[in-house]
């Protein structure tokens, strides 16, 4: 019993949604100070402040990797064990983070939010493949709905993983963090990685 641990962190933002690019570990970015006239104000006078790429580190990433984490099969030198939640404070914990990346998927929904701030660089470099923040914000900029649909996908997946935690129900738990980890994927390879070399056969 394992939960998808294969796969690149999530850093450049999109990448699903990059969560789309970049969850669903990690490269750490450098945000500087947000000028006014980048973002879009909201009703009442908010506006967003954290770049696409900013929410993918975190929450995004930080909870995807502890959901995925917290159900898996671990092989130690005296045998395997499984692992899971099993008290009530540990599925407190699981439902919190799953809470917590259904909402990050309204988050990235917010209309005027960039994939990155001005002069905001990863701060290791990318694979000679993956695309900077600008190419990501031009391939979103020309089709918004396919980006906020891999954000909505995001949000159905953790609704599912909510789902299976209040039933305490570890294999549904486990379907859920897989479909999890097909969207964060699917959303990396259109906003992150597109180029990159795919193994035989996929």
């Known amino acids: 019993m394992s939960m998808?641990?294969?796969?690149?962190?999530?850093?450049?933002?999109a990448g699903c949604a990059l969560m789309l690019l970049g969850s669903c570990s990690s490269r750490e970015a450098t945000a500087p100070v947000i000028p006014a006239s980048t973002a879009a104000a909201l009703p009442g006078g908010l506006k967003p402040a954290a770049s696409i790429l900013d929410l993918m580190l975190d929450p995004v990433d930080v909870s995807a990797d502890f959901l995925w984490e917290s159900v898996a099969t671990v092989s130690t030198t005296t045998g395997t064990e499984d692992k899971q939640p099993r008290t009530d404070a540990e599925w407190k914990v699981v439902r919190q983070k799953s809470l917590l990346l259904m909402e990050a998927a309204n988050l990235l929904a917010i209309e005027g939010r960039v994939v990155a701030h001005p002069g905001q660089q990863l701060e290791e470099p990318g694979g000679a493949t993956d695309l900077t923040p600008a190419q990501a914000q031009a391939l979103?900029?020309?089709?918004?709905?396919?980006?906020?649909g891999f954000a909505k996908a995001m949000q159905d997946a953790a609704g599912e993983l909510v789902?299976?935690?209040?039933?305490r129900d570890v294999d549904a738990y486990l379907e859920a963090g897989g479909a999890l980890d097909e969207v964060c994927e699917s959303c990396h390879t259109r906003y992150w990685y597109p180029n990159a070399p795919r193994p035989p056969g996929t």
């Open 163 to 167: 789902v299976a935690i209040d039933k």
């Open 140 to 148: 979103i900029d020309q089709d918004p709905a396919a980006f906020l």
């Open 4 to 13: 998808p641990v294969t796969r690149p962190s999530v850093a450049l933002a």
